[in-house]
C-alpha cells in the first residue's frame, strides 16, 4: 500500500487510534462529514473513553471509497451502504473459501499419508495396542483369471 499505511493484513491497519480530525484530513474531507457516515452506519468509529471518535486505516480508505462512490460515481449514500454491506459479505465468504480450501489441502495430504501406509502391509493404519494377544487372521483376495 502506498503513502506508508501498514498492510491490510497487519493488526495496526484495524486499530482505532487515530482522531476524527487527523482521519478527516487523511481521507480529505471535513469531521463533520465523518460524523455523518457514522451516523448513517457507513462507518463505524470506535470511541475513546472521553467518548470522542477513533478510527483506523481501513477506516480512512472507506471513507475514501464512500466519497468516491458518492462524487465521482454519483452513488447515493444509501447505495453506498448497500455496495459496501455487500463487499463486506464477498471478503468474509472469500475468507471462508480460503480456510475450507486449506483444509481441503490438509485432508488430501492426509489421505495421501494413509494411502502411502496403506502400500506397506507391515505398517499399522490404525494404532494397535501392542500387548494384545489377539490373533487376526488376513487373507488377500483372490484374483480370477
Request: no cysteine.
Amino acid at each position: 500500500m502506498s503513502g506508508g499505511y501498514v498492510g491490510s493484513d497487519d493488526p495496526a491497519y484495524e486499530a482505532k487510534v487515530l482522531m476524527i480530525s487527523v482521519a478527516a484530513r487523511m481521507a480529505g474531507m471535513h469531521p463533520q462529514t465523518l460524523r455523518q457516515y457514522d451516523r448513517l452506519g457507513l462507518v463505524q468509529a470506535g470511541r475513546a473513553a472521553g467518548g470522542g471518535r477513533r478510527y483506523s486505516v481501513r477506516d480512512v480508505v472507506l471513507l475514501r471509497e464512500v466519497q468516491r462512490l458518492s462524487q465521482d460515481e454519483g452513488v447515493n449514500l444509501a447505495g453506498v451502504k448497500r455496495i459496501i454491506g455487500l463487499e463486506r459479505l464477498l471478503e468474509q465468504a472469500q475468507q471462508r473459501v480460503a480456510r475450507l480450501e486449506a483444509e481441503l489441502d490438509a485432508a488430501y495430504r492426509r489421505i495421501a499419508e494413509l494411502e502411502a501406509m496403506a502400500a506397506f502391509p507391515g505398517r499399522d493404519l490404525v494404532p494397535t495396542n501392542r500387548t494384545s494377544t489377539a490373533l487376526v487372521v488376513w487373507r488377500p483376495r483372490r484374483t480370477e483369471r
